[in-house]
């Protein structure tokens, strides 16, 4: 029966990712099974975290978040958890060794999306960054490594770089939503809230300086984790140069997105890549 039950979670959680997320759920199908199971566990526990802090708008956020970690540390204590998806990430970071620094890290960047409304300079959001992206890179590395710590700890720093990039990447992407709905500003440079194309044009260099320093590490990777974590690193390459090409106030009016071929096209691409061992 504890098998069983154990599928069935891990069953919810990849129905999350896929519902959340078709194209991170077709990087992630790549993966060895053991593999893609772990990953969509990591995927549906900091997403049902993010929903909290960004959809719930009728309710005591604070205290839900609060009843998430204390659940899920009850959990840990127990082994088990009647919610599958803290029982699908809990069997994860078990099998996985996942540091418990990396989940407190990630939740204390949730709860500072429930109070913090801007961020004024780059030591404040790289701190944001750290918790909310990096350390999702580094539980994700946890699994692709599975438990060689002498390549954790060598690709420990390209992991958060790309966590990174993919954490800017959506900040622009997602800047009318943060922007007007939710009240945020996570750049420093738009303090007055207002992206131009002269800010714009400072703050890409940052993200593709991440993507770079991330591409050694992708290439040391191993097995099929190399394949689709460059999957992820082809779309959202992608997707900022897409934003690059598009004028500030287009950025700030609707959300910028790639289409389903061009996504088919880099996926071919990183596939023939991988395959003739060119990543």
């Not at 154990?6 to 053991?34: C, M, P, Q, W």
């Not at 069997?91 to 990396?102: E, P």
């Not at 996926?267 to 990543?279: G, P």
Request: glycine content about 4%; hydrophobic content about 40%.
């Amino acid at each position: 029966m504890d098998k069983l039950y154990n599928n069935v979670a891990f069953k919810i959680s990849r129905l999350i990712t896929e519902e959340y997320s078709d194209s991170f759920s077709k990087a992630v199908g790549f993966l060895e099974n053991d593999g893609s199971q772990a990953i969509y566990s990591i995927y549906g526990f900091v997403r049902y975290a993010d929903e909290i802090v960004d959809t719930f708008q009728a309710n005591d956020k604070d205290k839900i978040i609060d009843s998430f970690e204390n659940e899920y540390y009850i959990a840990a204590e127990r082994g088990v958890s009647t919610n599958p998806v803290l029982h699908s990430f809990l069997l994860t970071v078990k099998k996985y060794r996942i540091d418990d620094t990396l989940i407190k890290a990630f939740l204390k960047s949730m709860r500072s999306d429930l109070s913090k409304t801007q961020y004024n300079s780059k030591k404040e959001m790289d701190e944001y960054v750290y918790g909310s992206a990096d350390v999702v890179g580094l539980m994700c590395l946890k699994v692709f490594v599975n438990a060689d710590e002498a390549l954790y700890e060598r690709l420990k720093a390209p992991a958060m770089r790309l966590g990174s990039a993919f954490q800017k990447v959506n900040f622009l992407r997602d800047l009318r939503n943060d922007t007007h709905v939710l009240k945020r500003q996570y750049f420093p440079e738009l303090a007055g809230g207002i992206l131009t194309d002269e800010l714009k044009e400072r703050i890409i260099p940052q993200i593709k300086a991440d993507f770079t320093a991330s591409f050694e590490g992708i290439r040391w990777l191993p097995g099929r984790s190399k394949l689709a974590v460059s999957i992820a690193y082809y779309y959202y390459l992608a997707l900022l140069k897409k934003i690059q090409k598009k004028p500030a106030e287009k950025i700030m009016e609707s959300r910028i997105s790639v289409s389903r071929m061009k996504k088919l096209a880099l996926l071919v691409k990183a596939y023939i890549a991988y395959v003739l061992n060119l990543i």
